[in-house]
């Protein structure tokens, strides 16, 4: 693979030796990269401001073995609006830290790509309400990357009735029979809820109802998961 050049998201930046940065990027045709962008911390750097987190961004670079190497940067979007929002920040940065936990180096992943520009430009706009669409985001990020939650059946016997609860070390619900103690308890009602925003567009997150106490839920159940496979894999 020779120069290469493509679009990707900052997910990751940390000062390195005098000016330099190493960076995270999710690429939309490698997957994601660890780069270095040489004297990037300077003043007078072309790349200056370019690896903002969460920007996208277009980036010119020469593949190596251990880390690649950033010849070019352009802003391609900013999203602003979003940043100027903390709790649309912090949510943008909780998927993003999801993802790069869940994504394997090299691999292209285009159709999670085209997620999460999707999700980004939602709160960049404002048109879906913030708990679900997070919770929706991280379900499909978790399906692509090999880790579908089942939220409907008992993954132990596929019993599809009764009180539940999710096991992370399982992937789904286990119905009371199967429960083994440390899973986290939920109704049958906010399994489902799930699934539906596992199933529906991201831009249509707003028709499933949903308690603020299930969305704080939710999102430790998803987070723990996240967890739990990140870890497995
Ligand atoms: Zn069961």
Redesign the pocket.
Known sequence: MGLSKGEAFVFRARAFAESDLIVTLFTERWGKRTLIAKRARRFDSPLGGAFDLLNRVEVVFYPRARMDLVSQASLLEGYTELKRDLEGTSTALAVARALDRLLAPHQEEKETYGLFRRFLDLLERKEAPIDRVKLAATLKVLALSGHRPQLVA?V????RSGSVSFSCERGGL??E??ARGGEFAVSRGLALALDSLLRLPLERSGVVALSAEDAVLAGEVLSSYVARCASGS
């Not at 132990?156 to 019993?159: E, F, N, P, Q, T």
Request: aromatic share 0%.
């Open positions: 008992c132990a016997c596929g019993k286990l119905c029979g199967c």
